[in-house]
């Protein structure tokens, strides 16, 4: 069992930067996957990207490959993604995921993960 909170989420102008956080309780294991995903109003829930818990690699869906950063502090349980450039086409609800994934395995699809936060709201306004 693992249990996911977000923080960070608000307000920010066009251009700007955003850190959200993700706080991981629980047990996690070697094969654990995290994931960011986001869903905007009238939209489907998108995959932003993934972090593997152990190894810190990384996949990222285009639409933010160059702007967005997931990182992770498995010292202090944490799951980051650094948002910069931010466009109004970023507003959305963030929420972190998790998952006991294979070990090569690229997860991003929202089903496959088990493990969801509240979500956090970001706002970009232009």
């Known amino acids: 069992q693992v249990q996911l909170v977000e923080s960070g989420g608000g307000l920010v102008q066009s251009g700007g930067s955003l850190r959200l956080s993700c706080a991981v309780s629980g047990r996690i294991f070697r094969n654990c996957v995290m994931g960011w995903f986001r869903q905007a109003p009238g939209k489907d829930r998108e995959f932003v990207g993934s972090?593997?818990?152990?190894?810190?690699?990384?996949y990222y869906t285009d639409s933010v490959k160059g702007r967005f950063t997931i990182s992770r502090d498995n010292a202090k349980n944490m799951l980051y993604l650094q948002m910069n450039n931010l466009g109004p086409e970023d507003t959305a609800v963030y929420s972190c995921?998790?998952?006991?994934?294979?070990?090569?395995?690229?997860?991003?699809?929202?089903?496959?993960?088990?493990?969801w936060g509240q979500g956090t709201q970001v706002t970009v306004s232009s």
């Open positions: 972090i593997r818990w152990t190894t810190s690699y990384t």
């Open positions: 995921a998790a998952l006991h994934g294979d070990w090569d395995k690229i997860y991003y699809t929202a089903r496959d993960y088990v493990y």
